[in-house]
């Protein structure tokens, strides 16, 4: 199974957070507080949404940074994602 996303939505597969730094620090807590950074898994077509034409601007494989309380979290295959509309993402992240 896969989702398929429709319209300006976007599922994205949330990166864990790392709990010790580059020089073996380790953070506690980091957990407790969801990262707002993901990777994009899905893009939907895009198309006429609310009126207004929407070009999809992400593509599978980027990481991103959406908002906090944006999205649905959906669960599927032992998997979890979150489905996203595509100006809920603030930022893509390029290395």
């Known amino acids: ?3 398929v996303p429709l319209g300006d939505r976007v599922v ?3 990166l864990v957070a ?8 380790v953070l ?5 507080e969801k990262p707002q950074q993901a990777e994009v898994i899905a893009v939907g077509p895009g198309g006429v949404v609310d009126g ?3 070009k999809m601007e992400v593509k599978p494989g980027d990481q ?3 908002s ?4 649905t979290e959906v669960k599927l295959e032992e ?6 509309r595509q100006n809920d993402i603030v930022a893509v992240i390029e290395q």
Request: hydrophobic share 30%; charged share 30%; net charge positive.
């Open 1 to 3: 199974m896969k989702l």
């Open 12 to 14: 994205l597969k949330q």
């Open 18 to 25: 790392e709990e010790t730094t580059k020089s073996g620090i």
């Open 28 to 32: 506690p807590g980091q957990n407790k």
């Open 52 to 54: 207004k034409e929407v």
């Open 64 to 66: 991103v940074i959406y």
């Open 68 to 71: 906090k309380y944006a999205g």
């Open 79 to 84: 998997e979890e994602y979150i489905v996203v």
